[in-house]
């Protein structure tokens, strides 16, 4: 059976999956928690859910697509930001079917991984998914705040336009100042970061760990939250928790 991805693509999937190989974290923790026993192959960087025990190819820019192939894979769940175009189509020139996702907002998330679940892993909607659902669209933003998101250091790289964890954000109250760049991701200069208006920072311990000692020296005279990486930039599992777990630590946020 022939059903189409996220970018419109024909996947063809078997009416019955035993096999799901994740190139990506969070899409291997969703498959890994909804349907245990399912997952046969991750990424190295696949950290979640705690314990889990199969076998590693490689990264999400470079995944091993002879040792997946190896796997017998019925389907490979990865995402068009997370993937390469280039290692997507050696999946499919190897005969494997290729389910992509693409995800730039909690509404497209939650409706992404609904269809991922059901369509290409042939398993029920899980009711950690309708509680995502149901919370985020409980959430009402408290104060505003501009804000500057960081992702990396040496050169400082920040969250721009249409992205996932800036709608995060923006739903919990929190302007992003770059949304409006060019650039998804942009480089920007330190000093313009502190001149750029926010009167917060934003720092996720993920794709660089930022941390109390590593960043918040960073932006005198702004409040800085630190925060999940795994709450601000995962879609899986983690979305039912997030606004509680990134409201409480944006509330915290202080001058360091």
């Known amino acids: 059976m022939r059903v189409r991805d996220d970018t419109g693509v024909p996947v063809p999937v078997p009416d019955r999956v035993g096999r799901v190989v994740s190139i990506v974290p969070s899409l291997t923790e969703t498959v890994a928690v909804t349907a245990p026993g399912l997952l046969v192959g991750a990424t190295d960087w696949c950290t979640h859910p705690g314990g889990l025990d199969v076998p590693r190819v490689r990264g999400t820019k470079n995944p091993d697509v002879a040792k997946i192939a190896e796997l017998r894979p019925d389907v490979v769940v990865g ?63 408290g104060r505003t705040r501009a804000a500057v998101v960081p992702i990396w250091r040496r050169p400082w790289m920040v969250v721009g336009r249409d992205t996932f964890t800036g709608d995060v954000l923006a739903r919990l109250g929190v302007s992003n100042v770059y949304a409006g760049h060019p650039d998804r991701y942009p480089k920007i200069p330190l000093d ?14 993920e794709p660089y ?48």
């Open 79 to 141: 995402n068009t930001e997370e993937n390469r175009p280039e290692d997507v189509e050696a999946l499919r020139a190897a005969g494997i079917p290729v389910w992509m996702t693409e995800i730039r907002t909690v509404d497209e998330a939650l409706a992404s991984l609904r269809r991922m679940l059901t369509e290409a892993c042939r398993v029920p909607v899980p009711s950690w998914l309708d509680e995502a659902a149901r919370v985020w669209a409980d959430v009402r933003p």
């Open 192 to 205: 313009e970061l502190n001149a750029s208006g926010a009167d917060l920072a934003v720092l996720p311990d």
């Open 209 to 256: 760990r930022f941390t109390a000692d590593d960043g918040p020296e960073s932006f005198p005279g702004m409040d800085v939250a630190l925060v999940s990486g795994r709450y601000l930039t995962w879609y899986g599992p983690s979305l039912a928790d997030a606004p509680a777990v990134l409201s409480g630590r944006l509330g915290a946020a202080r001058a360091y």
